[in-house]
């Protein structure tokens, strides 16, 4: 592998993008404000001038419109990478994404795919108020034909994205926000990472954490925490949702024989209730000596109050004590 390198989340992201423009020409960049502005969190720093108006290209302030052209382009030979400014914005082109881009390929008898990656800023923590704050993915995880993917390090971020810009299918690619400028070892070169395998973050032996995306630092300062009193906390990242990796949640629910889930968005009808069911619906349920416990944002609208924004989402110290809950 190339030289390791310490670069940020965003800058990562560029990488993967500018790398796979120019390994493929049919690979091109489209948004709002991608170009001069660099978009709303400096990810496209550069790539218009190195890549030009004709694959770095600035959109309308339409959703619709240019995902829409997303998925045309897909189907006739190019590999789009459109970015969502806010993934809250998902709501104004949802028929492109769910009624076209997840299902052309199963209504044309597989004689029509739709190679298109949706990037886009997701979640809270940085005072943007209810309507840019959201963690939508269970809204993507229900419909049949999207993969979905939510790496926590630049690491992930780069192996993972590049991976999505080389599938056929249509890849929803969210970049919780404050991760942007959280920094990590990368190579300096080509990588991929494959869907549908998490990664152990932390090794464990007395409760498991399955977690993806910003929580999975959270869970990390936990279980750190944790250690000095002699609680061994394995940390569990999915990386990706759509396909799962059910084998991995399996084995470290009959490893440590405890299970806490986390994620940012909403707890009631989140993700981590198909992650109970998959143990449950599994024989690591006659494994378990405690109740698997859910950690997740309140049922309530993100609100602009930094003080009240931290307490809708989860923090370290309501993931320890979850954790203890369940000990």
Do not use: W
Not at 123 to 132: E, I, L, N, V
Not at 195 to 220: C, H, N, P, W
Not at 221 to 244: F, H, M, N, Y
């Amino acid at each position: 592998m190339s030289d390791m390198r310490e670069i940020t989340y965003k800058e990562a992201v560029r990488e993967a993008m500018c790398e796979e423009m120019r390994r493929d020409e049919t690979v091109y960049f489209m948004g709002e404000d991608i170009g001069a502005y660099c978009g709303a969190f400096g990810v496209s720093k550069g790539m218009l001038e190195e890549f030009g108006p004709s694959r770095v290209i600035e959109t309308p302030i339409s959703e619709t419109a240019f995902v829409g052209a997303g998925v045309g382009s897909a189907i006739t030979g190019m590999r789009p990478i459109v970015e969502l400014m806010f993934s809250d914005f998902m709501s104004v082109c949802y028929d492109q994404i769910i009624n076209q881009a997840a299902k052309m390929h199963f209504m044309f008898a597989g004689k029509v795919s739709v190679p298109m990656v949706i990037r886009t800023p997701a979640g809270g923590g940085t005072g943007a108020a209810a309507q840019h704050s959201q963690s939508l993915e269970q809204m993507y995880l229900h419909i049949p034909g999207l993969k979905v993917v939510v790496p926590s390090t630049p690491y992930d971020a780069k192996g993972l994205l590049k991976t999505a810009i080389r599938d056929n299918n249509t890849v929803m690619f969210l970049e919780q926000k404050r991760l942007y400028n959280t920094k990590g070892m990368v190579p300096d070169g080509d990588y991929t990472i494959p869907f549908g395998v998490a990664d152990t973050k932390r090794e464990g032996r007395d409760v498991s954490i399955i977690t993806y995306g910003r929580t999975v630092q959270m869970s990390l300062q936990a279980a750190e925490k944790l250690e000095k009193e002699g609680i061994s906390v394995e940390v569990i990242d999915l990386r990706t949702l759509v396909p799962l990796d059910k084998e991995a949640i399996i084995a470290t629910a009959r490893k440590t024989r405890r299970v806490v889930i986390v994620h940012e968005a909403v707890k009631y009808g989140g993700f981590g209730g198909e992650l109970v069911s998959t143990i449950v619906d599994s024989d690591a349920f006659y494994y378990l000596d405690a109740p698997i416990k859910r950690v997740g944002a309140l049922y309530c609208p993100v609100p602009f109050n930094p003080v009240l924004e931290t307490n809708t989402f989860p923090t370290p110290e309501t993931i320890e004590a979850a954790v203890r809950e369940v000990l």
